[in-house]
């Protein structure tokens, strides 16, 4: 049986990140920690032996260098590389750049925390997760997932809501339940399906 190879990766930890700021679609940097978390996902990755034949990343630097490093230390640098903004982080609008414990003392942790985690209620002139998914899933549909059924291997080096919106369709996951999925930096999300395009396992590489 023809086994095709999804794998989702967000982007290891951005200087952002470190900082505790909410990011969206600013264009910060990896940190150190950052790096290295990539270059273990690539290990992780290289021990499964998959030839990949597409990488499709975001608009923004801190997925690209992660998906870059993936490839390289996989052994996969000689692969078609796609970058569209449609796989972008969640924009947070009025909240990009800012400190998330200063939001909470300014807004309270009730509200933020419903800005960062509710499905369908976004922070002040941002995205909610529910209209992230809106521009990640038909872009999987249109562009990805052919490429599955025509027995290709994919790698997506992308960000933790644009992921999260992905997931919550493979998964079939409620829109009360993606709220509490939390996805780690650099840890890779293994998905195999058959040749008739069915899901049919699903491994964290990182438990």
């Known amino acids: 049986m023809s086994k095709r190879n999804l794998i989702l990766v967000r982007h290891g930890q951005s200087e952002w990140n470190e900082k505790?700021?909410?990011t969206g679609w600013e264009n910060?940097?990896?940190t150190r920690k950052g790096i290295d978390e990539a270059k273990n996902a690539g290990d992780l990755i290289k021990q499964l032996g998959i030839k990949f034949d597409f990488m499709f990343t975001s608009a923004l630097t801190r997925a690209q260098l992660t998906g870059s490093i993936i490839l390289e230390i996989s052994n996969n640098t000689d692969i078609n590389i796609i970058k569209d903004k449609s796989l972008n982080e969640r924009f947070y609008g009025d909240l990009q750049g800012l400190n998330k414990d200063d939001c909470r003392k300014k807004w309270g942790e009730e509200k933020v925390q419903m800005w960062r985690r509710s499905y369908d209620k976004g922070p002040p002139g941002g995205e909610t997760l529910k209209e992230t998914g809106e521009r990640v899933l038909p872009y999987y549909l249109e562009k990805i997932y052919p490429l599955i059924l025509e027995d290709k291997n994919i790698l997506i080096a992308a960000h933790g809501n644009s992921l999260r919106s992905l997931i919550k369709?493979?998964?079939?996951?409620?829109?009360?339940?993606?709220v509490k999925l939390e996805i780690p930096t650099g840890a890779p999300i293994h998905y195999i399906f058959n040749e008739n395009g069915d899901l049919i396992s699903k491994k964290n590489l990182i438990e």
């Open 169 to 178: 369709f493979l998964d079939n996951t409620s829109d009360e339940d993606i």
């Open 20 to 22: 505790n700021l909410f």
């Open 28 to 30: 910060p940097g990896l």
